[in-house]
């Protein structure tokens, strides 16, 4: 149907009624249509949607990316790349609470270190919808990558690239000095505090991230004080 589909898709994606996996797969009929509408779709949905939903809007506009014609607002980018950043610090704080071991709390953990992989290959491929997209690509590569020297010349060139307001965000998370001072860095960009286990855990709950959601709810099952539940 080409962009006479667009309005239902639009209302479909963004209908809080719609079968979630509908949702999921609509981002990949979006990415082959190629008109502005669908961008501005993908990044009015992007702001409002979880990791499972976020993924497939940000490689549509990757695709969509690749047609000169169409503009994919910068401003709006670099929104939802501290958006993921904040994301990123987030996850990073609950990971090293002072958590008790038990099988659900293993999994919450190693959860959180998969959502922080999530957020940076995110990030990384938000930069690459504002910069030249094969730069930004070739950066994450060294910056995942446990080559030093790799590594250095990543961030030497981000440190390069990136506007002042991304650097002062990003680079704490892209070369971090310790695990400590790039969660304070995060605090005080951010705000935010996570450092108990309730409160990080109510956090995860309430949150946008249906599995950790998931993993948090089993985890204060499998230890159900009255203290750690008020919390």
């Known amino acids: 149907f080409g962009p006479e589909a667009l309005e239902p ?18 981002p990949r009929v979006l990415r082959d249509i190629p008109v502005q509408k669908s961008v501005d779709i993908l990044l009015d949905v992007l702001e409002d949607m979880s990791l499972r939903l976020q993924y497939p809007i940000v490689k549509a506009l990757n ?11 910068p401003e709006r980018v670099q929104k939802a790349v501290l958006d993921e950043a904040q994301v990123y610090y987030e996850s990073m704080a609950m990971e090293h609470v002072a958590w008790q071991d038990s099988p659900e709390i ?15 290959e995110l990030i990384f491929r938000l930069l690459g919808l504002v910069y ?4 930004i690509y ?82 204060i099952e499998g230890e159900p004080s009255t203290d750690l539940i008020s919390k």
Request: aromatic share 6%; glycine share 4%.
């Open 132 to 135: 030249p997209s094969q730069d």
């Open 63 to 73: 695709k969509l990316h690749k047609y000169p014609v169409l503009r994919i607002a």
């Open 106 to 120: 293993d999994l919450l953990r190693r959860s959180l270190r998969d959502r922080q992989r999530q957020s940076l």
């Open 138 to 219: 070739n950066a994450y590569e060294g910056i995942i990558n446990r080559n030093d020297t790799l590594r250095s010349s990543a961030i030497e060139f981000l440190d390069n690239v990136l506007s002042t307001d991304l650097k002062r965000f990003l680079l704490p998370i892209l070369d971090q000095t310790s695990v400590e001072r790039t969660i304070d860095q995060g605090r005080e960009l951010f705000g935010f505090l996570l450092a108990e286990r309730g409160e990080a855990l109510a956090y995860m709950v309430s949150g946008r991230d249906d599995w950790l959601r998931s993993c948090a709810i089993a985890a």
């Open 9 to 26: 898709l639009r209302v479909a994606v963004t209908g809080r009624d719609t079968d979630a996996d509908v949702r999921r797969h609509i």
